[in-house]
């Protein structure tokens, strides 16, 4: 209500209506958008693009099929996060390609959630990913349950259901806390052919440690690109690369520029080296 | 239709959040956390929604005499009976809408007496965890692992009182084998320069990711391509 309030409030002569001091993300952000709609419209155009192989994206079909092999179950995930978080919505995707795998081998698929905003989408992109292979007599709503919003109570059911119903594969695709490793070491006591992925830098570690297979920050958002092999967003990887070189020059340029500055001192150098970094700051 | 009214919302959302960044006019600064509140507000809701699939998969599996119908039981019998104690704020004078925190309720005793002892005990299973991944982990099969089993052994000590004592004799020239001196230099160069390399790609990741997502090329979410 106070947001509608504060608009009917609003004069025009009282506010700037451009927050210059982050002009310099604006273009930077404006370069990046630029460099990934190219990018996708020239491959909707029909160009090939080809992304090099992610080891932890190949290992996918080769889990499923195992687990299809051994009469067992997949468990799939999808972070601790609500549908709020980024992460979540890649490992949401992620599942939509292991959903038409697991409908193509007829493997049993199990994904427990901590958030009933999660389930509900989760049990949609289930649904959706048998119907989009044909096989909806193989779906049931019970594939994706919701356990608890609790941390540890979560972790909890998830360690019971690894023990008891020994899945031959386990994803964690997702935001993740402290339950990671407690979650990976008891999928690596089971045997289970493991893949995790995440964007939390504090967790990689546990997840490089105890399974099989890590994507490793940026590579759970191509995940989904990567095993729909879908030209438009292939395309928006590529845009993503040109964002990747432009940081790499920059990091070049100011390395250069600080130890320049080190070592001889130049006030000149310096103050190219001041604004270089202004370039790049977040002002907020 | 399905499809089209969602995409059409996460586009005209996300693009409207993206310029609020750069508009400093009413309504756009206060927007994140005005719309972060309708965002707990549709939580609330859904909560009956996932509470709702708890009971009706729990009650599934019993009716079929699945092999665990134990734990299922203690399931539904704890979910019911927190439920109660809860909504009827047992162990307290009767005032709904009050705090069902408050000291001496039985909603607060078993939170304190049971649930929270049973989370630190599952979290107390991380320090089990951590020494065997860290067993597998720094077994020097090949050069790489060898590396990181030395510079692990250098941080852990460098964590430690004893770090500093098994070094200390050594004269300032030699300031470099310290193990003060190592567990700094470890930590902010190349576990600086790791860690800034995997952010900037994760950087880079959520913005191609998010414009996938309003331009609505990403829709796997949604169930992919079929309608």
Redesign the interface.
Known sequence: MSLFLSVLTLSPLNYEYFAFDKINLFVILILLVTAILFFVLKARRGKTLSIRKIAGLEAVEEAVGRATEMGKSVLFVPGSRDLDDLQTLAGLSILGSVARMTAQYEARLDVPVNRSLVMAAGQETVKEAYLAVGRPDLYRPEMVHYITDEQFGYVAALEGIMVRERPAACFYMGAFLAESLILAETGNSIGAIQVAGTAMPVQLPFFVAACDYTLIGEELFAAAAYLSQDRRMMGSLKGQDVGKAVAMFAIVIGSLLATIVALTGSSFVGSLFRAFIRLFALNY | MKKRVPLIIIFCVGTLF?LA???????FP??EG?V?VW?DI??GF??????G??I??TA?KIRKGHP?RF?LWVTLVGFFGMLVVGLLQLGGPIAPGGDFTTEGLWFRRIYDGI?AP??AA??S??AF??S???Y??FRAKNREATILLIAAFVILLGRTPLGNSLTAWLPDFLNFLKIPWLFEKILMYPNTAG?RA?????A??????????I?G??R???????S
Not at chain 2, 46 to 51: D, E, N
């Open positions: 993206v960044i750069f508009l400093p006019f009413p309504p206060a927007m005005e972060s965002f549709l939580k859904a909560f009956v929604l996932g509470g699939n708890l009706r998969v599934d665990d734990y649930f049973c989370m599952i979290f299973t991380l965890f951590v065997s991944a860290a597998r982990a860690q995997i952010l900037i790609g994760i880079l990741g959520i913005i191609s990711n998010s414009l996938r997502l331009l090329v990403e796997s979410y949604l169930g992919g391509e079929r």
